[in-house]
């Protein structure tokens, strides 16, 4: 069974330029989540999607970020603009309703 | 809101020794509780986890973890680490029903077991 599928693995931009992360689920897992890892610090979530519904985006900074899960598969999120401190590493997970939790690889972003 | 402690930030052991790393919660009402295991470079990967039922749940590679609510403490234990422990183990919360399958993750441990 494929894991959770996060692309690109790092990426490196200048602040006040756009970002985006995408992540493919589990197939068959209807919740996904965007947590954010500093380093040294445990994950925090961002928003949590029930299909194609954000169910809880309470602790995503609306002014700059912003997610999108159209079809209920695939997920975007999006950074604009970056600011240095958003430089952190960016884990997305999947599962079934009320199940465990799989996470991606992440993806490590550099804001210089 | 919930939250989660992981009191010790660093250990570093030799092999064969036995580790044991603390985990406290504060959430009044009824949780499911986990362990995540992250090795260098790659995705973090569910140890174990507690429902309900036996207290003392055993995990994948020799772990363990003992839930006591009295504490609100969900301690992970490893009587004998190897080399390939080294790793940074997070405890994580998911208050039932609450909101939903929302987890709450503590600083984590860095564990460097030396050979």
């Known amino acids: 069974e494929a894991g959770v599928v996060q692309s690109p693995r790092y990426k490196i931009i200048e602040k006040k330029q756009p970002v985006a992360f995408w992540c493919n689920p589990i197939s068959g897992h209807n919740t996904l989540y965007w947590y954010l890892q500093n380093l040294g610090q445990g994950p925090e979530l961002l928003i949590r999607?029930?299909?194609?519904?954000?169910?809880?985006d309470s602790q995503l900074p609306k002014d700059r970020f912003s997610a999108e899960r159209l079809k209920g598969v695939d997920s975007t999120l999006k950074i604009q603009p970056a600011e240095l401190g958003d430089s952190a590493v960016y884990l997305c997970a999947s599962s079934s309703l009320e199940g465990e939790q799989f996470f991606g690889p992440g993806t490590r972003l550099t804001v210089l | 809101a919930q939250s989660v402690s992981q009191h010790n930030h660093h250990v570093i052991l030799s092999e064969a020794a036995s580790l044991e790393l603390g985990c406290n919660y504060s959430y009044g009402g009824t949780v499911n509780l986990f362990w995540y295991v992250q090795y260098p470079g790659q995705h973090l990967q569910l140890l174990l986890k507690?429902?309900?039922?036996?207290?003392l749940v055993k995990g994948i590679k020799g772990f363990e973890a003992e839930f006591i609510k009295s504490k609100f403490s969900f301690n992970l234990r490893k009587p004998s680490v190897q080399w390939s422990d080294t790793a940074e183990y997070f405890c994580?919360?998911?208050?039932?029903?609450?909101?939903?399958?929302?987890?709450?993750f503590g600083g984590g441990t860095r564990v460097l077991v030396k050979p």
């Open positions: 507690y429902f309900s039922g036996d207290p």
């Open positions: 999607y029930e299909n194609e519904e954000a169910v809880d």
């Open positions: 994580a919360v998911n208050a039932r029903g609450a909101a939903g399958n929302k987890l709450t």
